[in-house]
């Protein structure tokens, strides 16, 4: 029932830049934190950045002062502005949401398929 969706991977070169968006669908009564991981070949999932209900942020070490995590609410989206890239950022970035479909349920967490970014050197 509940489906997020990611868009805006793709190639770049080091030192450019990328967008991703991830937009939640389907039965959601609402949303407690939405935010990125991400997966490079051989290695475990690691946190990106997260956002959470009052606008509180949370960024992996490697990716702070370059990367910035947004939510549009009203869009049930979160988007990652991504600059300064470098060939270490290459990995699958999966969205992610933990939310509630109704009001009575605990939250759940959901996953998107994910999408490719690859840096060049």
């Known amino acids: 029932q509940v489906q997020l969706v990611e868009s805006g991977g793709g190639l770049v070169q080091a030192g450019g830049s990328l967008r991703l968006s991830c937009a939640a669908s389907?039965?959601?009564?609402?949303?407690?934190?939405m935010g990125w991981y991400r997966q490079a070949p051989g290695k475990q999932r690691e946190l990106v950045a997260t956002?959470?209900?009052?606008?509180?942020?949370n960024y992996a070490d490697s990716v702070k002062g370059r990367f910035t995590i947004s939510r549009d609410n009203a869009k049930n989206t979160v988007y990652l502005q991504m600059n300064s890239l470098k060939p270490e950022d290459t990995a699958v970035y999966y969205c992610?949401?933990?939310?509630?479909?109704?009001?009575?349920?605990?939250?759940?967490?959901?996953w998107g398929q994910g999408t490719q970014v690859t840096v060049s050197s």
């Open positions: 956002s959470t209900n009052g606008d509180n942020t």
């Open positions: 389907g039965s959601i009564f609402s949303i407690n934190a």
């Open positions: 992610y949401a933990r939310l509630t479909k109704n009001r009575y349920n605990y939250y759940n967490d959901y």
